[in-house]
């Protein structure tokens, strides 16, 4: 069955770094754009970026300029690396595929989820 496996979450200080992985299984993996979202507490789940099967790349505002979106269609991983962190990018991060090739921002256009890896900046 489809299945996404998250993984690279942990505790970094402002500024720092971390490097999120996206294993998939069980579907064509090149054929589908791939995104992350992230949700803190008490808030909904927002788009984070996204990348199509042709490796175009949406961003978010508020990620633009400090986060990386990358896909490898050979090892089936979408990774997405996250320099500059902010307090505020502390959430748990998922995963996901979506219902087509193309990029897209929507939540519901994404279909499968991973179970998440949590993210905590802070000093």
């Known amino acids: 069955q489809v299945q996404l496996v998250e993984s690279g979450g942990g505790l970094a200080q402002p500024g720092g770094s971390l490097r999120l992985s996206c294993v998939a299984s069980?579907?064509?993996?090149?054929?589908?754009?791939m995104g992350w979202f992230r949700q803190a507490p008490g808030k909904e789940r927002e788009f984070v970026a996204a990348?199509?099967?042709?490796?175009?790349?949406d961003y978010a505002e508020s990620v633009k300029g400090r986060f990386t979106i990358s896909r490898d269609n050979a090892k089936n991983t979408v990774d997405l690396q996250m320099n500059s962190l902010k307090p505020e990018d502390t959430a748990l991060y998922y995963c996901?595929?979506?219902?087509?090739?193309?990029?897209?921002?929507?939540?519901?256009?994404?279909?499968?989820w991973g179970q998440g890896t949590q993210v905590t900046v802070a000093s």
């Open positions: 990348i199509s099967w042709s490796a175009s790349i």
């Open positions: 996901a595929k979506a219902g087509g090739a193309f990029s897209t921002t929507r939540v519901y256009n994404y279909h499968t």
């Open positions: 069980g579907f064509t993996f090149s054929t589908y754009a």
